[in-house]
Nanobody, 114 residues
Framework: QVQLVESGGGLVQPGGSLRLACTAS????????MGWHRQVPGKQRELVAA???????KYGGSVKGRFTISRDGAKNTVYLQMNSLKPEDTAVYYC????????WGQGTQVTVSS
């Protein structure tokens, strides 16, 4: 089993920045990718960004150039730096990790509003 704990959500004004963190614990040795998805009510959960154990990254189209995913292997933590935030970035952000299963965190709310 893998446990994921997210932190860093909150309220920010348009154009502002936030950094999310997700720390994995438990049986993490076989995790090969971690990432962030987001979801708003009535819509499907969508990929925001993902990073492999080798450092390769992938981003959803709407966040390219604004968000950056990174990882600290020593801390088993993945970060999502979100810059130039827009109201349409408002969502619950979920951390996930994959080995032979897909694990999810509880989610953290990000609200972009003036």
């Amino acid at each position: 089993q893998v446990q994921l704990v997210e932190s860093g959500g909150g309220l920010v004004q348009p154009g502002g920045s936030l950094r999310l963190a997700c720390t994995a614990s438990g049986s993490i040795v076989r995790i090969y990718v971690m990432g962030w998805h987001r979801q708003v009510p009535g819509k499907q959960r969508e990929l925001v960004a993902a990073i492999t154990s080798g450092g390769a990254t992938k981003y959803g189209g709407s966040v390219k150039g604004r968000f950056t995913i990174s990882r600290d292997g020593a801390k088993n933590t993945v970060y999502l730096q979100m810059n130039s935030l827009k109201p349409e970035d408002t969502a619950v952000y979920y951390c996930n990790a994959e080995d032979v299963r897909n694990y999810w965190g509880q989610g953290t709310q990000v609200t972009v509003s003036s």
